[in-house]
């Protein structure tokens, strides 16, 4: 999708993941200012290779079109440190127009509900949905004041079926609740603000899966009736465009990318109607 983002000023979290760091490249490349962030140091010194030429170009004056990316260490879950860093982007770049909300923290997938602790739940809870509050708000105080802004929080076919994962399940549902109270609270200052409900993603964060089992993909492929799981490019796209004034009429939607996953179960719709499986 082309769409200018020049002049828009972007704060994404979690940005050294394996979406995250797409999100950021997309922005930046249609010309937007993203001020990267993440909790992991050497995630950022691994991620920030492949965002320099935005940086150098910038610098240079040969950015032609391209934005600039600023990477900032950045634990979600303190408040404080989320403050601080939209008190520097007010005072060194000018006000967030836009905020991706995508950091979570990578852990062991619980194999049972019962043996799944609070400590569990609180650490989900506190990176996905308090570091998407304290986030937004921060970003909300600039976008009220410039009278403009944009959200996007990255949710999960998880938070609308159950595929595993109860704590992270849990915190992916409630981002779909923020989007709504965001969307429609602020709706009238001119603020948007929508989710993005992946399926699964070919992202480093099913590197121990498939290491352990190199058929993963091809297994997870028969749930989806499209056949095929989504590349992070594929939803950096979709942010882009929710970010963008080409979505300017789509406000408090969740943008389901599951290649049908959620829509109905292909293999037993197939098995009931006594259809064989294609060749």
């Known amino acids: ?17 394996g979406l995250g760091l797409p999100v950021v490249k ?42 600039t990316v600023y990477w900032r260490e950045l634990d979600v879950a303190d408040e404080a440190a989320v403050n601080e860093v939209f008190d520097w982007i007010a005072a060194e770049l000018g006000a967030c127009s836009i905020l991706v909300n995508n950091a979570i923290k990578p852990c062991a997938i619980p194999h049972s509900f019962i043996d799944t602790g609070l400590e569990q739940w609180r650490s989900d809870y506190s990176i996905i949905v308090e570091g998407a509050v304290s986030c937004s708000r921060a970003a909300l105080r600039q976008m009220v004041a410039a009278g403009r802004g944009s959200i996007v929080n990255i949710s999960s076919v998880n938070a609308v079926g159950f595929y595993g994962h109860p704590p992270y399940s849990a915190a992916k549902a409630a981002l779909l609740s923020l989007t709504r109270s965001i969307a429609v609270q602020y709706a009238p200052q001119g603020i948007r603000c929508n989710a993005i409900v992946p399926g699964t ?13 190199p058929q993963t993909f091809e297994i997870l492929r028969q749930w989806y009736p499209s056949g095929d799981v989504a ?46 499986d294609p060749a």
């Open 201 to 213: 993603i070919k992202t480093p964060a099913w590197a121990e899966q498939v290491a352990a089992n």
């Open 1 to 17: 999708m082309s769409a200018s983002m020049q002049g828009e000023i972007a704060l994404v979290t979690g940005a050294a993941g």
């Open 231 to 276: 590349e992070p490019e594929q939803i950096a796209e979709l942010a882009l465009f929710l970010t963008s004034e080409q979505s300017r009429a789509v406000n408090g939607a969740s943008l389901v990318a599951d290649g049908g996953l959620t829509a109905g179960n292909l293999a037993m719709s197939r098995f009931v109607e006594g259809v064989p």
């Open 26 to 67: 997309r922005l930046a490349a249609q010309g937007a200012v993203v001020v990267a962030t993440d909790i992991s140091a050497s995630g950022i010194t691994e991620a920030k290779r492949s965002t320099d030429r935005f940086e150098l170009g910038a610098a240079q004056g040969t950015a032609a079109g391209n934005g």
